[in-house]
């Protein structure tokens, strides 16, 4: 397995984090200051989280059981088993929010102790956002045929902290 990479895209704003099948595109939104120390927050983080969620992935291709959560080792692992929960009488492993759970790790990584207006991880369609105090962010949903057609507005007051489009024509449209 190769090892975690990290470098800037050619625009200069945006970090780009790639370790095995994670591939990462990462922005930061506030003062120099705060946007550097929250990039190396991330980049830090992203060190060990393929290595912990292939310690755990025998359980994670388990299908959750609604009457008895597993306790994961790891942070990223313990918020897929988290977001399949409430789907838990159905068949659905954890696997099913892998993508979503790393790109929230990312950015829980990136916004700790930093003061940030707005930043986002993109972990292949699946986003997580921070939005501060009346900021928004517009996103699209990419190769639907309307070429940018495809917008939405997001605002701080819609408490809307995540976009899930991987699966869409993606690699991984799954039950997990």
């Not at 983080?45 to 025998?58: A, D, G, K, S």
């Not at 059981?65 to 838990?88: K, N, S, Y």
């Not at 790109?103 to 700790?112: K, Q, T």
């Not at 009346?134 to 070429?147: E, F, L, R, W």
């Amino acid at each position: 397995m190769n090892s975690p990479q990290a470098h800037w895209l050619a625009d200069g704003r945006r970090l780009h984090l790639n370790h095995g099948p994670i591939d990462l595109i990462v922005e930061a939104f506030g003062s120099d200051d705060e946007r550097r120390a929250a990039y190396q927050q991330a980049v830090t983080r992203f060190q060990t989280v393929l290595i912990e969620l292939v310690e755990e992935l025998p359980e994670l291709r388990l299908p959750a059981f609604f009457l008895a959560p597993r306790d994961f080792a790891g942070p990223t692992a313990r918020r897929m088993e988290a977001a399949v929960m409430p789907l838990a009488e159905c068949f659905i492993t954890p696997m099913a929010a892998v993508a979503g759970s790393v790109a929230d790790e990312i950015l829980a990584a990136m916004l700790a102790g930093r003061r940030l207006d707005r930043a986002y991880v993109n972990n292949g369609g699946d986003c997580a956002l921070y939005l501060g105090r009346d900021q928004s962010m517009t996103v699209a949903i990419a190769g639907t045929g309307n070429g940018m057609a495809d917008r939405v507005g997001i605002h701080a007051e819609d408490g809307v902290r995540g976009v899930a489009t991987s699966g869409w024509r993606g690699r991984s449209f799954s039950f997990g």
